[in-house]
């Protein structure tokens, strides 16, 4: 006799309604660990089809779910429990908040009924992450769980990504939810989930200033990269005969292996020689980079006032805050990109390359021969010069905000386009780029995977 089968049942715990939520946006990992007031929520795991990746705390969890979603182009979750759990969480929210990197951290709580009577790891953790997160949410009732986890999936995907943040009590994740409305749209669990396209008036005023450009140059900080916009981006630099320089962020928008890349320019990176090619361009095409202090080196390179400044960013806040604008362009990078490509019709400019190849030859001559020294201690560039030799061109290297990430900025060659090197730079908290690199692995494990820290950084998170 045959078993009949059972339908599902008509409400859901909160706690299984999360992980339905989770689910519905393509979540496949979680990074965290586990306290009492997450119970409810292991349990919901369990047999869930969620792999949870056990962490030795918060911290890390939080950095692990950033490098994640740096090479996968998908939320980065990261769950910890109530009190010391939000706290640790911190550092890893505000750096991915800040580097435009959507990563969701789910903190457990004490109970709705619990609060203002001195409960343990009572925490006001609304309050707590307002200022460090792009949105979050302190949840009263489990009825609210779909509406405020669609909220949160779409405010990290769209528009400049950022972190978000849900606080779950301990009575909301055992309430009742409704199965029917439990519902999501995947399209939100990746970005950017929702591309804007640039005015087209601003387009073609910024094809006139290119026209009129003789020597053009892109500066790419992460956008390009999240946005995926890198073929529009080498389509278009072949067009005018622009170089194409980056932000530490913004390697990876171009092969830097091309004739047509400059790499990185700034303070942390940068060097005399790409100094140069920032400060002949007589029109700079900042993509999706903020052209903040490092980048710019304190904003004297490229010097206000000496060339046109056409800026492309998802931000309308972006433009216009550090250097005058000839063009603002709001909007995705690919979008933009794509847009400029076709107000310049078949424009095809007959560039010459000789200055970035003499640049890069002086460049690399200096530090060819530092990797070659047998000195000790060992020379970073020697480091360097190895780890790129023995490295496949897919591997992903993820470097350390203090002595590596200078180095390896400046001459460590990414071969390819897309995130295959990295660093928090942001806020350059050390101990970063072991558990980023171990998020990393777990989103793309065909490839091998390299942190890169010193001393310092090590100590900060050998557990």
């Given at each position: 006799?045959?078993?009949?089968?059972?339908?599902?049942?008509?409400?859901?715990?909160?706690?299984?309604?999360?992980?339905?939520m989770l689910?519905?946006?393509?979540?496949?990992?979680?990074?965290?660990?586990?306290?009492?007031?997450?119970?409810?929520?292991?349990?919901a795991?369990?047999d869930?089809?969620?792999?949870h990746?056990?962490?030795?705390?918060?911290?890390?969890?939080?950095?692990?779910a950033?490098?994640?979603?740096?090479?996968?182009?998908?939320?980065?979750?990261?769950?910890?429990?109530?009190g010391?759990?939000?706290?640790?969480?911190?550092?890893?929210?505000?750096?991915?908040?800040?580097?435009?990197?959507?990563?969701?951290?789910?903190?457990?709580?004490?109970?709705?009924?619990?609060?203002?009577?001195?409960?343990?790891?009572?925490?006001?953790?609304?309050?707590?992450?307002?200022?460090?997160?792009?949105?979050?949410?302190?949840?009263?009732?489990?009825?609210?769980?779909?509406?405020?986890?669609?909220?949160?999936?779409?405010?990290?995907?769209?528009?400049?990504?950022?972190?978000?943040?849900?606080?779950?009590?301990?009575?909301?994740?055992?309430?009742?939810?409704?199965?029917?409305?439990?519902?999501?749209?995947?399209?939100?669990?990746?970005?950017?989930?929702?591309?804007?396209?640039p005015?087209?008036?601003?387009?073609?005023?910024?094809?006139?200033?290119?026209?009129?450009?003789?020597?053009?140059?892109?500066?790419?900080?992460?956008?390009?990269?999240?946005?995926?916009?890198?073929?529009?981006?080498?389509?278009?630099?072949?067009?005018?005969?622009?170089?194409?320089?980056?932000?530490?962020?913004?390697?990876?928008?171009?092969?830097?292996r091309?004739?047509?890349?400059?790499?990185?320019?700034?303070?942390?990176?940068?060097?005399?020689?790409?100094?140069?090619?920032?400060?002949?361009?007589?029109?700079?095409?900042?993509?999706?980079?903020?052209?903040?202090?490092?980048?710019?080196?304190?904003?004297?390179?490229?010097?206000?006032?000496?060339?046109?400044?056409?800026?492309?960013?998802?931000?309308?806040?972006?433009?216009?805050?550090?250097?005058?604008?000839?063009?603002?362009?709001?909007?995705?990078?690919?979008?933009?990109?794509?847009?400029?490509?076709?107000?310049?019709?078949?424009?095809?400019?007959?560039?010459?390359?000789?200055?970035?190849?003499?640049?890069?030859?002086?460049?690399?001559?200096?530090?060819?021969?530092?990797?070659?020294?047998?000195?000790?201690?060992?020379?970073?560039?020697?480091?360097?010069?190895?780890?790129?030799?023995?490295?496949?061109?897919?591997?992903?290297?993820?470097a350390?905000?203090?002595t590596?990430?200078?180095?390896?900025?400046?001459?460590?060659?990414?071969?390819?386009?897309?995130?295959?090197?990295?660093?928090?730079?942001?806020?350059?908290?050390?101990?970063?780029?072991?558990?980023?690199?171990?998020?990393?692995?777990?989103?793309?494990?065909?490839?091998?995977?390299?942190?890169?820290?010193?001393?310092?950084?090590?100590?900060?998170?050998?557990?």
């Open positions: 006799m045959n078993k009949p089968v059972e339908s599902p049942a008509a409400t859901l715990t909160g706690a299984q309604a999360v992980v339905e689910k519905g946006h393509g979540v496949e990992v979680i990074f965290g660990l586990c306290g009492d007031t997450s119970l409810p929520l292991y349990d795991f369990f869930s089809g969620i792999k990746v056990l962490t030795r705390d918060e911290r890390h969890a939080a950095y692990m950033d490098g994640y979603a740096r090479v996968t182009g998908k939320v980065g979750v990261c769950e910890g429990p109530s010391g759990g939000a706290t640790y969480l911190l550092p890893g929210l505000v750096e991915a908040n800040e580097s435009s990197i959507p990563i969701l951290a789910l903190n457990t709580d004490v109970s709705v009924s619990s609060r203002g009577k001195f409960t343990l790891t009572e925490l006001d953790q609304r309050a707590l992450m307002k200022p460090l997160t792009k949105w979050n949410a302190v949840l009263d009732r489990s009825v609210d769980i779909p509406r405020v986890f669609r909220a949160a999936f779409e405010q990290m995907t769209s528009g400049r990504p950022g972190s978000a943040h849900i606080a779950l009590p301990f009575d909301v994740q055992n309430g009742p939810v409704e199965r029917a409305d439990v519902w999501a749209d995947p399209s939100l669990g990746a970005y950017p989930s929702r591309r804007v396209a005015d087209p008036s601003l387009v073609e005023l910024a094809a006139k200033l290119v026209r009129k450009s003789k020597h053009p140059l892109f500066i790419c900080g992460g956008g390009v990269v999240l946005s995926r916009a890198e073929g529009e981006l080498a389509d278009l630099a072949e067009k005018i005969g622009a170089p194409v320089a980056t932000t530490i962020s913004g390697k990876g928008s171009i092969d830097e091309s004739a047509r890349a400059v790499g990185v320019v700034g303070s942390n990176g940068g060097t005399p020689q790409t100094r140069a090619i920032v400060d002949a361009a007589d029109l700079v095409i900042f993509v999706g980079c903020r052209a903040g202090s490092v980048t710019t080196e304190r904003w004297r390179h490229p010097a206000p006032g000496k060339a046109r400044i056409i800026h492309i960013d998802i931000d309308p806040a972006v433009p216009g805050t550090n250097y005058a604008v000839d063009v603002p362009l709001v909007g995705d990078a690919k979008l933009c990109l794509s847009a400029l490509d076709e107000a310049l019709g078949d424009l095809r400019v007959s560039d010459d390359l000789s200055r970035v190849a003499a640049m890069k030859a002086e460049k690399f001559e200096a530090f060819e021969k530092l990797a070659a020294s047998n000195d000790s201690p060992i020379k970073p560039e020697r480091v360097v010069a190895t780890l790129s030799k023995l490295l496949d061109d897919d591997a992903i290297v993820v350390d905000p203090g590596p990430c200078p180095y390896f900025s400046a001459y460590y060659t990414v071969k390819g386009t897309g995130r295959r090197y990295f660093s928090n730079r942001a806020h350059g908290a050390l101990g970063y780029s072991l558990a980023a690199a171990i998020g990393a692995h777990f989103g793309r494990p065909s490839v091998k995977t390299v942190a890169v820290m010193c001393d310092g950084s090590f100590g900060m998170c050998a557990g």
